[in-house]
C-alpha cells in the first residue's frame, strides 16, 4: 500500500505561481511514476506531468514551459511547480504513484488550485 499527502494549493491571482508537493510513504519500492493530474469541475481528470525513477519528464501541452515537475532530494517527495497560472488551470491536484509493469496507480486526496483572473 502506498499513501500519498498532497500539500502546496491555495488562491493565487493570474501570473502567479505555486508549487505542490506531493509525499509519498508505505510500499514505494514498486512504483517506477509519480504523476500530477489535475481535474477541473465538470471536466474529466486529465494528465499534467509525471517523473520517471530514472528522471526523465513529461507535460501536457497547455502546462509546457510554465510547469516544472521535479523530485526532492529524498526521492518520495515530488513536486509542481506551477508559474504563470492562469484561471483555466484552476483544479483540484492530484498527486498519482504509477507501476508502469501493472499499469496500477495509487491516489492522494488532491488539493485545490483557484486562479483569479
Known amino acids: 500500500q502506498v499513501r500519498l499527502v498532497e500539500s502546496g494549493g491555495g488562491l493565487v491571482q493570474a501570473g502567479g505561481s505555486l508549487r505542490l508537493t506531493c509525499v509519498a510513504s508505505g510500499f514505494i519500492s514498486n512504483i517506477n511514476e509519480m504523476r500530477w493530474y489535475r481535474q477541473a469541475p465538470g471536466k474529466q481528470r486529465e494528465l499534467v506531468a509525471g517523473?520517471?525513477?530514472?528522471?526523465?519528464?513529461n507535460y501536457a501541452d497547455s502546462v509546457k514551459g510554465r510547469f516544472t515537475i521535479s523530485r526532492g532530494d529524498a526521492k518520495n517527495i515530488v513536486y509542481l511547480q506551477m508559474n504563470s497560472l492562469q484561471p483555466e488551470d484552476t483544479a483540484v491536484y492530484y498527486c498519482n504513484a504509477y507501476n508502469t509493469r501493472s499499469e496500477f496507480g495509487y491516489w492522494g486526496q488532491g488539493t485545490q488550485v483557484t486562479v483569479s483572473s
Open positions: 517523473i520517471s525513477s530514472g528522471g526523465s519528464t
